[in-house]
């Protein structure tokens, strides 16, 4: 390559890969998969080998990798969290054994899977966990310790009293809870996470622990960081440490001597990925003697005692048969591939969604071509692209039309989406009946999915509103139900008829308005009737609302069909009660920023919390200058230690009820 040329890929290689690294690190929206970020990095870095005064500082080969995003207090790490170089053959894998042999003739390597997931450090002075935090850029990250708290894997006190421990580990979300979720996010016509690794990214940057708490996040630990108090030979024996101290420790590793011993283990691993409950990228091979991995030393970004052997993604063509359109909750329109059966990543695949119109003609993939398949992260199946049209194929659009109601498909500006209107759409109603039956909005018990299709091919309800006008007789003409049954579904419909109106709100399935939307929205306004007398400027003004979802409650409260659907469920005897707390506008805690920490003994700290919001507080996760006042119960942690560091006013439970008195 001429140097011209050389310049102009290392320009254009250096924004692809800073803007894929912004997506990954800070919004943890990746657009391209680890792969081929890999491939264009070591592409860059060959480049800047080659012509070596084109390398810039600034290049992404010269840095760790990530920056902390502002959601969180930022937190500078002790000891570096660094990266691994990566490796992408047996050859580098054999290469790299050499450079440690050539150093260390009787050097032993540990030899583990690499779980893919999210790093985090886990710190504990005396035995107590006091923070947790992200890697960020491998200097600074963010502390995440209420979100890491979560995890019940992660021990809150050690088995052994050390005086200080800092352990590294790997924070991903199970297959199973990845497969709930995802499923959760399609019945709510939501952006689904890509894979489990962006789930477990996307979970434990959370801004509220007891969504994190929600997803079962797990842990690996794969790293002592700090110990006090501890002295150690070997890598092997850190991890026998940190499993004696009660942490769950990376699993099914092996101590090799030579590369056929290493390329065995990968083998090994690489043959029990597809059966295990989480994902793993690759196998990591270290240095096993810590006094050979203090010689060996490191890059700026990298190790030179460690390589990590990265998998590559399986791909297999097949033959596109159709496409079939289905039908989400608000209506959403989304093209679903149907091709021949394949085996990837240890199960049968037939279908993969094709999310719009836009994703399809870009591809150009039209029925009858053969088609690429992969599963993204080894999960998700996707479709990368046409490898050859079919004969006589022509290129495919959706349907102008609902294909389950008939109704003029609609395409709003600014979306990719194709929606159906028509809010009675069968495909629609039964969504928005198993939604708002569901425990977080109307807690209809008993009100299942099956129940539901039952209710609608017998024409029992043609919208939510007819589930108050069931009667017992019309039950007990459907399977698997008698005389106890009937009566107990007929008590827990009219329960709901007392329902908060944030609960209903919620249950109307408004798009992007979730159950903090909606409490939000009732606890500014306090009645419907004051929303649908709101104009859009007005509710965007709700702390924690924007444009968008402002502008989808004011459409969807004056919309006719749902106006006349809020009239049957009222005339049905939904009061649709909301209790509007006052605030105080005099109280010591008034305009104040307040933080707890730590277990209060006389109340739980969701009461505390709410009595504090009732007196015009502002309560935060975190500390910071801006906070006032910390109020600190048994075992406070970090945000003590930071608090008292930053001179912020901290006051006892005792002290706090005296407050409230």
């Known amino acids: ?176 809870q990845f497969f709930e979720l995802v499923k959760q996010q399609e019945e709510n016509d939501e952006q689904t996470f890509k894979n489990p690794r962006n789930a477990a990214a ?51 590793r092996k101590i090799c001597h030579n590369t056929e011993e290493i390329l065995s283990a990968i083998a090994e691993i690489g043959e029990s990925r597809n059966n295990l409950p989480y994902d793993i990228d690759g196998v990591v091979i270290k240095v096993n003697a810590l ?54 990543a240890g199960t049968s695949v037939s279908r993969a969604v094709l999310h719009n119109q836009d994703f399809i003609t870009e591809k150009d993939i039209r029925i009858g071509d053969k088609i690429i398949v992969r599963k993204a992260g080894d999960i998700i199946p996707e479709v990368l692209r046409s490898a050859e049209h079919g004969e006589n194929s022509v290129p495919y659009h959706l349907p102008e039309c609902c294909p389950v109601c008939g109704a003029k498909a609609v395409r709003d500006e600014g979306e990719a989406v194709l929606r159906c209107p028509n809010i009675s759409c069968p495909a629609q109603l039964h969504k928005q009946l198993v939604h708002f ?38 039950l007990l003409t459907l399977d698997g139900f008698k005389d106890k049954s009937a009566d107990n579904l007929l008590k827990a419909i009219e329960k709901s008829k007392s329902a908060p109106l944030d609960r209903v709100i919620f249950g109307l399935g408004i798009r992007n308005i979730g159950q903090k939307g909606a409490t939000l929205l009732c606890a500014h306004f306090g009645s419907l009737s004051a929303i649908e007398s709101a104009d859009k400027e007005e509710i965007s003004q709700i702390e924690g609302f924007g444009e968008i979802m402002a502008e989808n409650v004011w459409n969807a409260l004056h919309d006719s069909s749902v106006q006349e659907l809020l009239e ?51 309560v935060t996760g975190s500390v910071s200058k801006k906070t006032d006042c910390v109020i600190a119960g048994e075992d406070a942690g970090s945000k003590l230690t930071k608090a008292q560091s930053l001179g912020v006013a901290v006051l006892t439970e005792n002290e706090f009820l005296e407050k409230i008195k």
């Open 1 to 176: 390559m001429e140097y011209q040329q050389a310049k102009e890929r290392i320009q254009e290689l250096s924004r692809l890969l800073t803007q894929y690294e912004y997506e990954y690190y800070v919004l943890d929206n990746p657009s391209v998969d680890d792969y081929t970020y890999d491939m264009l990095m070591h592409e860059l870095a060959d480049l800047e080998r080659q012509f070596p005064d084109l390398l810039s500082p600034q290049s992404p080969t010269q840095r760790v990798g990530g920056k902390a995003s502002n959601t969180f207090e930022k937190v500078s790490h002790e000891v570096q969290m660094q990266s691994l170089q990566d490796v992408f053959s047996f050859e580098q894998v054999g290469e790299f054994v050499t450079r440690c042999r050539e150093e260390f003739p009787e050097v032993a390597f540990s030899v583990e899977p690499k779980i893919d997931g999210l790093s985090v450090s886990l710190e504990y002075h005396d035995g107590k966990f006091i923070l947790g935090s992200t890697r960020g850029d491998g200097f600074v990250g963010e502390d995440v310790t209420a979100n890491l708290k979560t995890i019940r894997t992660i021990p809150l006190t050690l088995k052994g009293n050390i005086p200080l421990v800092e352990a590294r580990g790997e924070v991903y979300m199970p297959r199973e």
């Open 202 to 252: 996307g979970s434990l940057r959370q801004k509220y622990s007891e969504v994190t708490a929600k997803r079962k996040l797990d842990i690996f630990v794969f790293n002592l960081q700090r110990c006090e108090g501890k002295d150690f030979q070997t890598h092997d024996e850190t991890l026998q440490f940190l499993e004696d101290m009660g942490f769950r420790v990376i699993p099914n």
């Open 291 to 344: 006094s050979q991995r203090d010689a060996m030393g490191a890059t700026s970004k990298t190790p030179k005692w460690a390589i990590a052997y990265k998998f590559p993604p399986e791909e297999k063509e097949t033959i596109l048969r159709d496409i079939e359109v289905n039908v989400g909750r608000t209506g959403a329109l989304t093209p679903v591939a149907v091709f021949d059966t394949i085996q990837l």
């Open 437 to 474: 039956a569901s425990r977080d909005a109307m807690n209809i018990d008993g009100l299942g999915t099956a129940i539901i299709t039952q209710l609608l091919e017998n024409h029992l309800v043609s919208d939510i509103a007819g589930l108050y006008q069931l009667t017992k007789e019309q």
């Open 568 to 618: 049957k469920l009222i005339d049905s005897g939904l009061t649709m009660p909301f209790e509007k707390k006052e605030v105080a506008t005099d109280h010591f805690f008034t305009g104040k920023t307040v933080c707890l920490t730590g277990t209060l003994s006389q109340m739980k700290r969701s009461e505390a919390k709410e009595i504090l919001e009732s007196l015009g507080a502002k």
